[in-house]
Every structure is written in structure tokens, then in C-alpha cells.
């Protein structure tokens, strides 16, 4: 189904939260740290992270926030975990580029659905090309049988 990096700098939240995405599909791997999962995902980009707000070092809204300006990495959605349960985190971590926050513990229902919503199926160019055509193809053919749209007829 994907790949899921979780990043939290508690051990037994990790071995948790890592037990059931397995149970439910997900490859994953899981880290201490801002710094190891930069490392990880140099190595191999997941589909998702889960990324523990309060953090050593470098939190999880910076590490959010570094992974949403790079070109290379901005399209992985990212899910900030906290057990704060403050209006303030919530929009530093939004305003960070998250793509959704869980409020610690999260239930089992919500990491079994929020996955499957966020991970998209990764589209090459050539697929891309393919889903373009029925869309331009209707127009085009439109434009071909009306005299009145002169710019898109084919003959």
C-alpha cells in the first residue's frame, strides 16, 4: 500500500503507533529524531509521515516546514502528532504546511483511515499525459464540428 516514516522521540509512541500501521499494511520505519528522519528520507522518500510535534532539537513544525519548502520532498503529506491539545500548535503546525494533525493518543480507526486518504498513488509523466487526453480530446472535438469556435477546428 505505501511507505510510512514515523518520527517521534518517544520510544514506546514509535513501537505503538509502528505495530498497527504494519498490522493495517504500511511498510515502516521509524526514528528518534528530525535529524535521522532527513536522513531517512534522503535515503528513501516515504508516502507519508507521521511527525511528532514536540521534538529535541529540531520540533516537528520545523522539520514539517524544511520538508514542504524542498522541491524534492513539498508533495509528501505530512501528519503532526502532539499531545497538546492547543489552538496555537495547531496553527503553527497548519501555517507550517502540515496536511493534517492527530492529537496523541490517536485512535486505531483514525491511523487506519487517515493513511489510505493521504497516500496518493505516484504519477509518472507518461500517466499524466494519459489523463490529459480525455479532457483536451472532448474540446478538440467539439471545436472541430462548430464553425463558430474557428481556433480549435482539425481540419
Do not use: N, W
Not at 507521521?50 to 519548502?69: F, N, S, Y
Amino acid at each position: 500500500l505505501g511507505r510510512v516514516l514515523i518520527v517521534d522521540d518517544d520510544l514506546l509512541v514509535r513501537e505503538t503507533m509502528r505495530d498497527y500501521i504494519e498490522h493495517i499494511g504500511y511498510a515502516v520505519r521509524d526514528v528518534g529524531s528530525a535529524e535521522e528522519a532527513l536522513a531517512e528520507i534522503a535515503k528513501e522518500a516515504p508516502d507519508l509521515v507521521l511527525l511528532d510535534v514536540r521534538m529535541p532539537r529540531i520540533t516537528g513544525i520545523d522539520l514539517c516546514r524544511q520538508l514542504k519548502r524542498d522541491p524534492m520532498t513539498h508533495l509528501i503529506p505530512v501528519v503532526l502528532l502532539t499531545a497538546e491539545r492547543e489552538l496555537d500548535s495547531r496553527v503553527a503546525g497548519l501555517a507550517a504546511g502540515a496536511d493534517d494533525y492527530f492529537t496523541k493518543p490517536v485512535p486505531p480507526r483514525e491511523l487506519d483511515a487517515r493513511p489510505r486518504s493521504l497516500i496518493r498513488p505516484k504519477r509518472g509523466p507518461e500517466d499524466l499525459e494519459e489523463a490529459e487526453s480525455p479532457i483536451t480530446s472532448p474540446a478538440l472535438t467539439v471545436g472541430a464540428r462548430d464553425p463558430a469556435t474557428p481556433g480549435l477546428s482539425q481540419s
